[in-house]
């Protein structure tokens, strides 16, 4: 409850953080698929470029909205392993094709798991629209599993599994960043009384939790 009227009266800082990491992945998902399987290991230098800058980004959104977030740890924790691998892929540009994908097929599940994590926050906040999150980053979990589980998965090559889980969690990051407008929107529309009473419940709230 407490978690609600906070976000309710406070307005999120750069909601549109997450868009701009969403689209970053997309594209390079997108670009992945026309890469042949023979040159996979040259995408090592796309994997540092966007686990390093949505990394940055997710961690200062996280600070940026420390206060206004009530699950603003999942960002800060996303960032950081996002940045920690791609640091990883920079300093070790001449990984094998054996030991790639796991490390990109790790990192794209830890997003996805953080996503859906970041759905059920949203359920619990009454946003609607949770669901779709949820399915987007439940499919990143699912093509990264692939990934990481190649070559069991013979009928889907490395390329395709790696572009899909992208997609996937590009999606699931463009989702986020519209509901997270909706919740930023949300408190210009409540009236002065209204944010007072609020006010006035939290105070309360805190009162008896002492």
């Known amino acids: 409850m407490a978690n609600l009227l906070n976000t309710l009266t406070n307005s999120i800082k750069h909601w549109y953080v997450p868009l701009i990491v969403g689209i970053l992945f997309v594209v390079f998902g997108i670009y992945i698929f026309t890469v042949p399987l023979e040159t996979y290991v040259t995408l090592s230098v796309i994997f540092s470029i966007s686990f390093i800058t949505s990394g940055l980004f997710e961690i200062f959104f996280s600070i940026q909205n420390a206060k206004t977030l009530s699950g603003w740890g999942w960002y800060l924790v996303g960032g950081l392993f996002s940045l920690a691998m791609g640091i990883y892929l ?60 190649n070559p069991i998965f013979s009928g889907i090559s490395l390329v395709t599994a790696t572009a899909l889980a992208f997609i996937f969690v590009g999606v699931s990051l463009a989702i986020l960043s519209f509901d997270l407008k909706k919740v930023k929107d949300f408190p210009s529309k409540i009236s002065n009384n209204l944010k007072e009473k609020i006010a006035s419940l939290q105070n309360e709230l805190k009162g008896t939790s002492q």
Do not use: E
């Not at 540009?93 to 490390?103: A, D």
């Not at 996503?115 to 669901?131: H, Q, S, T, V």
């Not at 779709?132 to 699912?142: D, F, P």
């Open 90 to 149: 920079v300093m070790y540009p001449g990984i094998s094709i054996t030991i790639l994908p796991f490390v990109v097929g790790f990192t794209v599940m830890f997003r996805s798991f953080q996503l859906l994590g970041i759905a059920f926050d949203m359920k619990g906040m009454g946003i609607l629209r949770w669901g779709n999150l949820a399915i987007a980053s439940t499919l990143g979990i699912i093509f990264s599993f692939i990934l990481l589980a």
